[in-house]
């Protein structure tokens, strides 16, 4: 991944990422909380060889096995021997071996000292039991280990407290500032190990980054979300002003550089509106598309070749009882059926009934004739038609006009799902000339550009016009409009 993934993941997952934080905070301080605290306290031992009579080599010598011998004595202190009589001297409800555990007894290397440290729960206590500790130690030694073989003289090695423990203040764990800390680092490393597996997971398509991982097709243009759109869809024609009708025109305007470029200027650039998988918006998308590019003066056709599920004229408001199949099966004229939508150049060509062979028609010479004859008529002809995955009616299609345009919705639409597409349509023979992304959100990383463009002249309902005047239909005179051409 690149830095800017690694970025857009902190700006996508922030509140997961700071959610797990102060988790790790919570913790950490409830385990401060709830955890026992525990004192330490330390005393400290001299060894050293008793010099009565004893000449100053004698004395070296021992001073040099004391040392030597200091470690032993260290490593006794934590054994039976010694931890006994403090048991029985403080009646402490331990046995040798948990009390072992509470005491550290250590020898720094060249030095005649033993370091004791016993830690426990209660601070006087644990005071009382590293001096008894020290004392036993030194009875053990003194009496045991090292006693004179010559009866009444005193041992030749003697162990001395320079350094008695005294009961501590403040405990030594826990710790609650580190905990805390130890908390807040690991909960930042757990939300963002969360983040980035949830990113590598997600096989959906969010951004323009993620369309380009599948096709080198442009990104004709990016719809925002509605969470309305389902009760308005010509948002064009019912809030032209909006965020989102710009939106329709910024892919207005990329459709037209488009059509610039084909060869072919003397006929219509007709396009098929498409997209991987079902409710993705592309009916709503070749609906809007259509009454934007009328908005320009130009002719405009609006077929609706979704044969299967059509949605064009429940949309648009018209009769779609008698439309596309009834042209394709020879049953009526063009010129019966086409029908005009408001007060621009659009027309309409509902689906009509929904046929047994829906491919078969599309792929039949009567579609061919019928794009033949729009060509010569308009401007520009948007086709909708079922997505590819799901049907080869989109591939059929294609093949017959300047291009596909493919839409793909924003954390909807798989990686997976719109590469199967686009291959399916290069298997097919059809041209893929751009993606159209809808439902892109209007805050967060993956947001569009005109997410601030509604505070810029807002547009009031009683600016529009009565909607009458935008449904009425009337049926095209195609043979005398063609005779006029």
């Given at each position: ?6 970025l ?165 764990s ?12 690991l909960?930042?490393?757990?939300g963002?190990g ?19 991982q ?10 925002t ?11 064009v ?43 993705e ?9 259509a ?45 019966d059926?086409?029908q ?16 047994p ?21 308009f401007d ?15 591939a ?31 298997a ?8 159209v ?23 009031t ?25």
């Amino acid at each position: 991944m690149e830095l800017r993934d690694y970025l857009r993941i902190l700006h996508k997952y922030w509140i997961l990422i700071t959610a797990c934080t102060l988790c790790g905070v919570i913790v950490g301080a409830g385990v401060s909380i709830f955890t026992t605290p525990k004192f330490e306290a330390s005393t400290q031992l001299y060894v050293s060889v008793r010099g009565e009579g004893q000449g100053i080599v004698d004395l070296a010598q021992g001073s040099t096995v004391a040392r030597q011998s200091v470690a032993t004595y260290a490593a006794i202190a934590t054994t039976e021997s010694v931890l006994e009589p403090v048991i029985d001297k403080l009646n402490l409800d331990l046995d040798s071996r948990t009390l072992a555990l509470q005491v550290q007894a250590s020898a720094p290397a060249s030095q005649s000292l033993i370091n004791l440290k016993v830690t426990g729960t209660d601070a006087e206590q644990t005071a009382d039991i590293a001096n008894a500790v020290g004392e036993s130690l030194k009875d053990v030694v003194e009496k045991d280990l090292e006693a004179s073989t010559v009866e009444g003289d005193p041992s030749l090695v003697s162990l001395n407290t320079v350094q008695p423990a005294f009961a501590s203040n403040s405990p030594i764990s826990p710790r609650i500032p580190l905990n805390i800390a130890l908390g807040a680092l690991l909960g930042l490393a757990l939300g963002i190990g969360i983040a980035v597996l949830r990113f590598v997971l997600d096989t959906r398509i969010h951004s323009l980054h993620d369309v380009e991982q599948v096709t080198d097709a442009p990104m004709l243009g990016g719809i925002t979300y509605d969470s309305d759109a389902t009760k308005r869809p010509l948002i064009v024609h019912t809030d032209p002003r909006s965020p989102r009708a710009e939106s329709f025109r910024t892919l207005r305007t990329n459709l037209q550089f488009l059509a610039v470029s084909d060869s072919d200027q003397k006929r219509a650039h007709t396009f098929v509106i498409s997209s991987a998988g079902a409710g993705e918006g592309k009916s709503t998308t070749s609906a809007n598309l259509a009454l934007a590019l009328s908005e320009t003066g130009s002719r405009v056709l609006l077929i609706d070749a979704d044969l299967r599920m059509p949605a064009i004229a429940k949309y648009m408001g018209i009769e779609g009882g008698v439309g596309l199949t009834d042209i394709l099966i020879g049953k009526v004229e063009v010129a019966d059926v086409l029908q005009r939508w408001g007060r621009d150049e659009l027309y309409v060509l509902p689906s009509g009934k929904i046929p047994p062979n829906p491919s078969e028609l599309l792929g039949s010479r009567a579609m061919d004739e019928l794009l033949e004859v729009a060509g010569e008529y308009f401007d520009y002809v948007i086709i909708d038609s079922p997505p590819i995955l799901l049907v080869t009616d989109a591939a059929v299609v294609g093949k017959r006009t300047n291009g596909v345009l493919l839409v793909a919705a924003s954390a909807s639409t798989r990686k997976q799902s719109l590469s199967g597409a686009v291959n399916s349509l290069q298997a097919a023979g059809g041209s893929l000339r751009g993606v159209v992304m809808t439902m892109l959100p209007t805050k967060g990383p993956d947001s569009y550009a005109y997410g601030a463009y509604g505070a810029y002249g807002a547009y009031t309902g009683d600016q529009l016009p009565d909607r009458e005047q935008f449904t009425a239909v009337e049926p095209l005179n195609f043979r005398a409009r063609r005779a006029e051409r």
